[in-house]
């Protein structure tokens, strides 16, 4: 993974090489181009489980992400976030699909990585989990993410959680798959 291009300034979007195949395989899927009510309920899950104002369900594409499924709180704070349709440079999921590994962001500001991405000044997102969505192929398809605008600890239990839940959510793909 990149994070310097030739001229020395950070990168904060990683390199996705993956991009091109993983666009074919969400293609063949029927996945990230539409809204699905059962990845907002999926959502709600994720939200409900971890406790976090926000969770989604996301694929990353060549260009942007796309939240099939997404859901807020009801009692969730007023902060521009989320929106169902992102660039590839907005948060934190395009790390988590690249890394082909969950990423656990206490506080984002802590990381100057991660600090200076667009949702933290423009949504107001302190803190990320997400772990990613490997189907049978070995295709990073996209992620289960929560988010909190408020610096979190998410801890072990809440890893392992994000973990399980992205397992869940992988049967619930290849059932449609092979159904």
Not at 75 to 102: E, F, I, Q
Request: aromatic share 8%; glycine share 10%.
């Amino acid at each position: 993974m990149t994070y310097y291009e030739s001229t020395g300034h950070l990168l904060l979007t990683p390199v996705d090489r993956e991009a091109p195949a993983r666009t074919v395989r969400l293609r063949e899927l029927g996945l990230g181009e539409r809204t699905d009510t059962e990845f907002d309920a999926f959502a709600r899950q994720v939200s409900d489980v971890l406790a976090a104002p926000y969770a989604g369900v996301n694929f990353i594409g060549e260009e942007r992400q796309f939240f099939a499924g997404l859901h807020h709180a009801p009692d969730a704070p007023a902060s521009g976030y989320p929106a169902r349709v992102l660039p590839r440079d907005h948060g934190y999921c395009p790390h988590v699909v690249v890394r082909r590994r969950a990423l656990v962001l206490e506080d984002v500001r802590d990381f100057a990585r991660f600090a200076g991405n667009a949702v933290v000044d423009e949504s107001g997102v302190r803190s990320y989990l997400g772990a990613p969505l490997i189907d049978r192929t070995g295709t990073v398809l996209g992620t289960v993410c929560a988010v909190d605008v408020e610096p979190r600890r998410w801890g072990m239990q809440g890893l392992a959680t994000a973990k399980s839940l992205a397992a869940e959510l992988l049967e619930i793909i290849h059932g449609r798959e092979d159904g």
